[in-house]
T-cell receptor, first 109, second 112 residues
Framework: GQQVMQIPQYQHVQEGEDFTTYCNSS?????IQWYKQRPGGHPVFLIQLVKSGEVKKQKRLTFQFGEAKKNSSLHITATQTTDVGTYFC?????????FGAGTTVTVRA | DGGITQSPKYLFRKEGQNVTLSCEQN?????MYWYRQDPGQGLRLIYY???????QKGDIAEGYSVSREKKESFPLTVTSAQKNPTAFYLC???????????FGNGTRLTVT
């Protein structure tokens, strides 16, 4: 069955630095969605990727879908305190929709 | 403004009591979902509904029940059979099953 892993589980970043978080699936995906949940808040949809190798940007955030459609990455440049939160991927294969466990990001000023 | 409304924000109950969490949406979305989130954990699917009068169990449906009598409403009942009901409950909706989710603000349930 489908297994989704997000790595790392925790990311501690110095303000101004870049980092990348990954979402890896054991099955080939139809699409992948990324969400952000601020502390004490609810998840908010960021982006959806559908095509193999697709790259989308939102300001300092770059999302990429792997060529084999089994993994995705979220890269944040010049991290700011507003980037604090947990980033979840939600994946879809032929059988199931699942959320990853998330990457929780903290920022050192 | 279109959105999803969950009420109440905080809910306290005694062990052994059933409790119903409200979820209403005015986005005209067909699909609705209930997720449970425990501290530091991800989102686990309890139930989902693709259309009125139809719903399916998710990964952790035991001890929960739902109804979908109206498109706008998808209430969740946490029954006394749920062994560890204290959690953060999130309702979500989407245009169709699998399309991007819109979440409510959540209900924090504490059972003592």
């Amino acid at each position: 069955g489908q297994q989704v892993m997000q790595i790392p589980q925790y990311q501690h970043v110095q303000e101004g630095e870049d980092f990348t978080t990954y979402c890896n699936s054991s099955t080939t995906l139809s699409n992948i969605q990324w969400y952000k949940q601020r502390p004490g808040g609810h998840p908010v949809f960021l982006i959806q990727l559908v095509k193999s190798g697709e790259v989308k940007k939102q300001k300092r955030l770059t999302f990429q879908f792997g060529e084999a459609k089994k993994n995705s990455s979220l890269h944040i440049t010049a991290t700011q305190t507003t980037d604090v939160g947990t980033y979840f991927c939600r994946v879809r294969d032929d059988y199931k929709l699942s959320f990853g466990a998330g990457t929780t990001v903290t920022v050192r000023a | 403004d279109g959105g999803i409304t969950q009420s109440p924000k905080y809910l306290f109950r005694k062990e052994g009591q059933n409790v119903t969490l409200s979820c209403e949406q005015n986005l005209n979305h067909d699909a609705m979902y209930w997720y449970r989130q425990d501290p530091g954990q991800g989102l686990r699917l309890i139930y989902y509904s693709q259309i009125v009068n139809d719903f399916q169990k998710g990964d952790i449906a035991e001890g929960y029940s739902v109804s979908r009598e109206k498109k706008e409403s998808f209430p969740l009942t946490v029954t006394s059979a749920q062994k560890n009901p204290t959690a953060f409950y999130l309702c979500a909706s989407s245009i169709t099953l699998g399309s991007p989710l819109h979440f409510g603000n959540g209900t924090r349930l504490t059972v003592t």
